[in-house]
């Protein structure tokens, strides 16, 4: 299996509830979040960004939530699947350069149970 | 579209070794990244490019080489391997402007003996 789910937070959920991971960031000057889904063995795939300028952004099934007062970004997934079941990170962009580098956290392990 | 292909997708090497993983992007991308990814310690950025021809260090470059020939391409290097460096590597590639939405591909899991 994949590695990269040890050592992680987990969070376990039954199928059908709503989920909410957490992340916290570290640079108050970034201007844009986003959370990946990473399945064991895949690649991270893009679930939904949120800039700066935004409190919250709903897409199909998930919401992002952005408390920059604390820094602090929420991802809520609704009526859970098993097939939600991933490792979700949160990262952010600092506006330094125009590079387009992103500042990935460690993740979160989502387990659904049936 | 094929999106981000990375070859190859399993390899094992002894210490000293070398090899080259190749990254190719079909969407026309001007940016491109080389991660690696280690247990508890999420995606660490090794180079990247900002356009062919271009390239520069990340967060942990020491030990790898990068060079994008072509825009659609883009190598990662190890000259020297050593057990440190068993990994996950993830390439990913995006957009100039606009969004920053990175797009990875499948990864390849290198361990070095």
């Known amino acids: 299996g994949e590695s990269v789910g040890l050592h992680l937070p987990t969070l376990s959920v039954q199928e059908g509830d709503n989920s909410i991971i957490n992340c916290a960031y570290s640079?108050?000057?970034?201007?844009?979040f986003i959370w990946y889904k990473q399945e064991s063995g895949k690649g991270p795939q893009f679930i939904i960004d949120?800039?700066?300028?935004?409190d919250k952004r709903q897409g199909q099934r998930v919401t992002v939530l952005l408390n920059k007062t604390v820094k602090h970004l929420s991802l809520q997934i609704a009526a859970t699947q098993p097939g939600d079941s991933a490792v979700y990170f949160c990262?952010?962009?600092?506006?330094?350069?125009?590079?387009?580098?992103?500042?990935f956290g460690t993740g979160t392990l989502l387990a659904v149970q049936p | 579209n094929a999106g981000v292909t990375q070859t190859p997708k399993f390899r094992v090497l002894k210490t000293g070794q070398s090899m080259t993983l190749l990254c190719a992007q079909d969407m026309n991308h001007e940016y491109m990244y080389w991660y690696r990814q280690d247990p508890g310690m999420g995606l660490r950025l090794i180079h990247y490019?900002?356009?062919?021809?271009?390239?520069a260090k990340g967060e942990v470059p020491d030990g790898y080489n990068v060079s994008r020939l072509k825009k659609q391409n883009f190598l990662l290097g190890l000259e020297s391997a050593a057990p440190s460096q068993t990994s996950v590597y993830f390439c990913a590639s995006s957009y100039s402007g606009g969004g920053y939405e990175q797009y990875f591909g499948p990864g390849t899991r290198l361990t070095v003996t």
């Open positions: 490019s900002v356009g062919e021809g271009t390239t």
């Open positions: 949120i800039r700066s300028n935004m």
């Open positions: 990262a952010e962009r600092s506006p330094r350069g125009a590079t387009n580098k992103l500042i």
């Open positions: 640079n108050s000057a970034s201007d844009y």
